[in-house]
């Protein structure tokens, strides 16, 4: 599997999918879940990550809303929070070579 | 077409209730995930990136109109109106939801379709010639013995939790186009000095992190006994086979690492074991009913000319290449195979929406006595069509993007879901298929150049065939970043090869110009009558070499 993070990586959101229909989702400041990763907590730092991740795996079981719980690195830029692997860009916005789905609509040149 | 009985209605039925409660359950929070993966995954839903995965089962890869119109309303009402057939003949929707796949069960189970056995480890659906029935110097219809094999393999107690996945497929003509022997068991239809029919049996081939070429333990199973002698195969790999090693747990490393010789003395030796105590033999009258559900259609009487469509041909140069092409030889006078295009130039290898389904389901039933077949490269197949009507199936499929004139070319490519879809993915697949299709999308180029097969996978699992591509590319991951991978020379027929890797990776700014190399490095060298793969085996890799790393 490609990562997801890089090791050392300072600035991660943690992600997983919807159980209903697995979309994916960033697990956000109150404690939902958020199909943007605009809405996502960041934790910048090694704790900071580690508590974030714990956070989202307290809600992984017995809730079972979600799955595959995990950290992944993102960017701030102007354009907002961007995963920074082309396999957590993918996840947030859709594959490259349907440009018509999933959430990449709504990411003008996220894929450039 | 073989049509379900009692019992196949009934398993179908009773499975789909079954995971309809399994389903609530999970989504009421009476399963955990950890619970559900292996039920979920035994009716063929994965979890991709962006949702979930349902792989529908298409035995043998025939299908008839009526189904496919099915697959068509099925992806347009639970998915995003399109599906993507695969290399095990089977079709795949990319975004069904958890809570709608009992209502898809339903809706498949209505017209005789599951996905059940389409993942675990367990013996998936058996694949076959996608000419089957129509192709000249066949020995018999494979489906016949690939329908026997699923009854047979279907919840086989014994066989539902192997080493690892299981993939058998099944050629009845000397040259090969299922791809025997890079399968777990590929099945020959032979003929013996007397005239009887029997099977020669290969086992141990397999794609994956390391590909093997499989090796003939079987020299000539009787008909009565193939059943017999599989349960051999799978008991001696069922038993020896590694456990302890996801990446060794397949037949292939067991045959490789005790010899093809040692794999033949245990499979007789158990099927010596077998014979003595009660060995599962098929009854001529099984066979026999079986045998009518293949019978050939009701094939007229024809001239095998069709001047008409000649004249056609001289008129219109893109008709005149769709012929050359995607139309092939069948063993009825008078009568065509002809092959389906799911490559259209820059577009999703064996993308096909609900609209194009539909169409193909039109046509079949119109020309083709409502038939439609998927070959493992990706494309469709009507087995049996009226050369003088030929025209009209070409206007036909045109309309609907459906007759790209590519089949076998360097734009008629094999290529994984890779990094767009699928979660276990290194790189992207499609795109790079993409922009080589558009690179040689000249269709004389494409002539000039031959048969050449292209097969890119995504990552070392290589659903995209890339080890048997005459080129090959795999994706790779470095610190994030996507790298592809050539091979040169392999091979999915009855000379079946793995490719050899040329040298360091490319990246994905550098791949489509490394193929233009290989290329043209190819057409510079070649000798008349050969395609890349007879260069490639005169010459080598070096002249190839040369050119691709002069730059280094």
């Known amino acids: 599997?490609?990562?997801?993070?890089?090791?050392?990586?300072?600035?991660?959101?943690?992600?997983?999918?919807?159980?209903?229909?697995?979309?994916?989702?960033?697990?956000?400041?109150?404690?939902?879940?958020?199909?943007?990763?605009?809405?996502?907590?960041?934790?910048?730092?090694?704790?900071?990550?580690e508590a974030l991740l714990a956070r989202g795996q307290t809600f992984f079981e017995p809730g079972n809303f979600v799955l595959d719980v995990y950290l992944f690195e993102v960017e701030r830029t102007e354009?907002?929070?961007?995963?920074?692997?082309?396999?957590?860009t993918i996840r947030q916005a859709g594959p490259t070579v349907r440009v018509d789905l999933g959430k990449q609509a709504e990411l003008e040149g996220v894929h450039a | 077409m073989y049509r379900y009985d009692e019992f196949d209605?009934?398993?179908?039925?009773?499975?789909?209730?079954?995971?309809?409660?399994?389903?609530?359950?999970?989504?009421?929070?009476?399963?955990s995930e950890d619970e559900f993966k292996p039920l979920r995954l035994m009716n063929g839903v994965y979890l991709q990136l962006h949702a979930y995965m349902l792989r529908i089962a298409i035995p043998y890869g025939t299908l008839s109109s009526r189904q496919v119109r099915k697959l068509a309303h099925i992806a347009r009402v639970y998915d995003k109106g399109y599906g993507h057939f695969t290399t095990r003949q089977n079709l795949q929707l990319n975004w069904p939801a958890l809570k709608d796949?009992?209502?898809?069960?339903?809706?498949?189970?209505?017209?005789?379709?599951?996905c059940i056995q389409t993942s675990g480890n367990c013996i998936r659906n058996t694949t076959s010639d996608h000419y089957a029935g129509s192709a000249p110097g066949e020995l018999e219809d494979p489906r016949v013995v690939c329908e026997i094999i699923r009854q047979w393999s279907t919840f086989h107690p014994e066989f539902s939790f192997l080493p690892r996945k299981f993939k058998i497929a099944v050629s009845a003509t000397e040259h090969d186009r299922a791809a025997i022997r890079v399968h777990d068991i590929g099945v020959q239809v032979v003929k013996n000095a007397t005239g009887e029919l029997g099977y020669e049996v290969w086992v141990g081939g397999g794609l994956g992190r390391t590909p093997i070429i499989g090796k003939k333990v079987g020299d000539f199973v009787p008909r009565a006994d193939l059943l017999s002698y599989l349960e051999a195969v799978l008991r001696v790999y069922n038993m020896s086979g590694r456990r302890d090693y996801l990446y060794k747990s397949g037949i292939t490393f067991l045959v490789h690492e005790i010899g093809a010789e040692e794999m033949k003395r245990l499979v007789e030796e158990e099927f010596e074991e077998i014979r003595k105590t009660g060995a599962l033999q098929l009854p001529q009258e099984e066979v026999d009913r079986i045998q009518k559900y293949f019978a050939p259609p009701a094939y007229e009487t024809l001239s095998d000319a069709a001047p008409e469509i000649?004249?056609?041909?001289?008129?219109?140069?893109n008709f005149a290449d769709w012929l050359k092409t995607n139309v092939a030889q069948h063993k009825v006078p008078g009568y065509a195979i002809v092959n389906i295009s799911l490559k259209p130039i820059g577009k999703t290898p064996g993308d096909c929406s609900s609209e194009q389904m539909e169409a193909v389901a039109d046509i079949a039933e119109k020309?083709?006595?409502?038939?439609?077949?998927?070959?493992?490269?990706?494309?469709?197949?009507?087995?049996n069509v009226r050369k003088k009507d030929l025209y009209e199936v070409w206007k036909a499929l045109d309309a609907s993007e459906l007759a790209t004139p590519n089949v076998g070319l360097i734009?008629?490519?094999?290529?994984?879901?890779?990094?767009?879809y699928c979660n276990l993915a290194n790189a992207r697949s499609i795109p790079i298929a993409q922009r080589i299709s558009e690179r040689f999308k000249d269709v004389d180029l494409q002539q000039k150049i031959g048969r050449l097969h292209i097969n890119t996978s995504g990552c070392i699992n290589a659903c995209g065939h890339h080890h048997v591509g005459h080129i090959g590319i795999l994706g790779v991951d470095k610190k994030g970043v996507e790298y592809y991978q050539v091979t040169l020379g392999g091979a999915a027929d009855e000379t079946a090869a793995v490719g050899e890797i040329v040298g360091p990776a490319f990246t994905e700014g550098e791949i489509v110009d490394a193929v233009d190399t290989i290329v043209k490095t190819y057409l510079d060298i070649r000798k008349d009558g050969e395609i890349l793969l007879d260069t490639y085996r005169r010459v080598g890799l070096q002249p190839f070499k040369e050119k691709l790393y002069a730059a280094h």
């Not at chain 1, 354009?79 to 957590?88: H, K, L, N, Q, T």
């Open chain 1, 1 to 49: 599997m490609a990562q997801h993070s890089r090791k050392g990586a300072q600035v991660q959101a943690v992600t997983a999918n919807r159980l209903t229909d697995g979309v994916v989702v960033y697990l956000t400041p109150q404690n939902g879940w958020s199909p943007s990763l605009q809405d996502a907590e960041i934790a910048e730092g090694k704790e900071a990550a």
């Open chain 2, 411 to 420: 734009t008629d490519q094999i290529a994984c879901p890779g990094l767009d």
């Open chain 2, 367 to 383: 020309f083709a006595f409502s038939e439609v077949r998927v070959a493992h490269e990706q494309n469709l197949t009507l087995a």
């Open chain 2, 310 to 317: 000649d004249a056609l041909a001289a008129k219109e140069k």
């Open chain 2, 101 to 114: 796949i009992p209502a898809v069960l339903d809706e498949l189970a209505s017209v005789e379709m599951h």
């Open chain 1, 79 to 88: 354009a907002g929070i961007r995963a920074a692997s082309v396999r957590e």
């Open chain 2, 9 to 31: 209605l009934k398993l179908v039925n009773e499975r789909v209730a079954q995971f309809r409660g399994q389903v609530a359950r999970r989504l009421a929070g009476e399963l």
